[in-house]
C-alpha cells in the first residue's frame, strides 16, 4: 500500500520575526522536496533538496548564511538519518563549503557517522565553495563584540538554523539539519544540529525529529531521539509538547518539526517563532510560528 507523502521544513526558532523572503524560500524549498516524494522517491532525498534551497538562499544561520564564529570563520554543521535501517551521516565544523548537508549525505555512505576536520573537508571535495566572508561582514561581527552587553541578547536572538523530515511513498521517514551555530560562538564550537538522537533522529518504528534552538541545551536533552521515543504511544503532538517543557525545565529554547509513519506531524516551539511549513495533499503552507509550549 501506497503511503501519501508529507515533508515538514524549519527555518529556525527564534525572537526575530522571519521576513516575507525567508518564508518564500522555504516554501521552495518544501515544494524541491515534495517533488521528489511525488515522483517516488526517498525521503531522505527529499530532506536534502530541501535543506540545499535554503543553505543556497543565503537567508538562514545555514549554509551560504551560516555566522561566523568569533575568529571571522564559518564552520558549518549538518546531520541526516533515514529511518528504515537506522543509517545516517553528519558533519562538524566544516570549513569553506557550502553545502554541509550534502557532505553529510556523504558520510552515510561510508562506514562513519559523523566527520569533521580533514575528514569533512575530504568528503566535501567538489562540492561547492563558499566565498570568503565579506569585509562588511568581518566589520560587523568586531563592532558587535566591542558591545558585550548586546552579544549575550544576540546569542538569544539568532537562531536561523534549518531543518526537514520527511515521509515517503514507501513509508520511510528521513530527517535532516544543517546550521551555521549560534551568534558569537568560541572557534571549534559545535551544537546539537550534527548530532544524531540530538538535532536530528528518525526510526521508522517512532518518528522523525529536527530541532532548532540553543544547541547546548537540545544536546543535553538529546532532544530529537527523546522526541522519537516519547511518540512509542503518543503521537507527535504530545511528545513534542512533553519533550520540549522537559527542555523548558533546563532552561532551555528551541523548536521542532516531528513527523510518524502514519503521516501525524506536530510543529512546536518555546520560542516567540519558528518559521515553518509542510507540503501534504498536493498543498505548501508556510508560517512564522505554531504551537508554543510554554
Ligand atoms: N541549534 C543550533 C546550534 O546550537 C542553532 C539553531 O538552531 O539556530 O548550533
Known sequence: MKT?????????????RPGKKS??????ALAAGYTILLNGGPGLDAVVAAITVMENSGLFNAG???VLQLDGVQRLDASLMEGKELKAGAVAGLEGFRNPIQAARRVMDTSHVLMTNIGGRRIAQGLARLPKPSKESLAKLKKLLLQEKEVAALYRRYFSTV?????DKSGNLAAGTSTGGTFAMLPGRTGDSPIIGA???AENATGAVSCTGAGEYILRRALAKETCMLMEGGTPATASRRALKALLCIGGQAGLIALDRNGRLAIMHTTEYLACGYAKGKRIQVQERARQVR
Open 64 to 66: 551560504l548564511g551560516g
Open 23 to 28: 518564508l518564500d524560500v522555504l516554501a521552495e
Open 163 to 167: 531543518g526537514a523530515v520527511a515521509l
Open 199 to 201: 538535532g536530528t533522529y
Open 4 to 16: 501519501n507523502p508529507i515533508i515538514l521544513g524549519h527555518g529556525g526558532a527564534g525572537y526575530r
